[in-house]
């Protein structure tokens, strides 16, 4: 079965430093989603591309946050410089179509991200 | 606008009683709603989604729920609990539609914890 794919599954990092996550969506899927989850709490949805276009990045921290997917494939999610309160896992899931009426999201395993 | 309420953060049962978790829906439109399972160290995972058909919506693994517009909930429940339904219950709401760009919102969760 098609999985969703990320690396890495773990990163440690010092506060200032730069990261980057991967993702690797199911084939064929064109919607993309990155999401971060602060232990105990849901989901929250950064960015959503459509193909290499971004949908919504609405609560994207654009001061040190970036995400691209540059031929509607892969995408990478980047944090300059981290902040102590990055810590969490970063998720990422893609779907078919992007619509929620018709379609599934998978979910990867994600990254747990931490910040010293 | 739209929230999604999950009324309790820790429910407890007992292996082979009923599961009942509590989730309230605000929404501005016809919502979307859904019901997702993240296991320790994995992804999470689509139980069941309502769109508008039945409001009555049987998922995987036994969970059903009910849509409840007049009472603005969408509870999940099983008949009887197997220790393998031990894990941590999202639900979902989306503002609906075909469109790629519907607004998702994440509950904060529900821990199931299964008593031997």
């Known amino acids: 079965e098609a999985e969703v794919a990320q690396s890495p599954r773990y990163k440690i990092t010092e506060k200032s430093q730069a990261v980057a996550f991967w993702c690797d969506p199911i084939?064929?899927?064109?919607?993309l989603y990155w999401y971060r989850q602060i232990l105990g709490q849901g989901p929250e949805l950064l960015v959503q591309?459509?193909?290499?276009?971004?949908?919504?990045d609405s609560q994207l921290p654009k001061d040190r946050f970036s995400a691209e997917r540059l031929k509607g494939v892969d995408s990478t999610l980047k944090i300059q410089p981290a902040e102590l309160g990055d810590s969490a896992m970063y998720l990422c899931?893609?779907?078919?179509?992007?619509?929620?009426?018709?379609?599934?999201?998978?979910f990867g395993p994600g990254t747990r991200l931490t910040v010293l | 606008a739209q929230s999604v309420t999950q009324l309790d953060s820790h429910v407890s049962v007992s292996e082979g009683t009923p599961v009942l978790l509590r989730c309230n829906y605000s929404?501005?439109?016809?919502?979307?709603l859904f019901w997702y399972v993240q296991h320790p160290n994995k992804g999470l995972q689509l139980l069941l989604k309502?769109?508008?058909?039945?409001?009555l919506v049987k998922g995987i693994n036994g969970f059903e729920a009910e849509f409840k517009k007049s009472e603005t909930s969408f509870h999940l429940t099983k008949p009887s609990a197997h220790m393998s339904d031990a894990a941590e219950y999202f639900c979902?709401?989306?503002?609906?539609?075909?469109?790629?760009?519907?607004?998702?919102?994440f509950g904060s969760g529900t821990r199931l914890s299964i008593r031997p």
């Open positions: 899931a893609s779907s078919f179509s992007g619509s929620l009426f018709t379609d599934t999201q998978y």
């Open positions: 084939s064929g899927h064109a919607t």
């Open positions: 591309f459509q193909d290499e276009s971004v949908v919504d």
């Open positions: 929404s501005s439109y016809s919502p979307s």
């Open positions: 309502y769109t508008s058909a039945a409001t």
């Open positions: 979902v709401v989306s503002d609906g539609g075909y469109s790629s760009a519907s607004k998702i919102i």
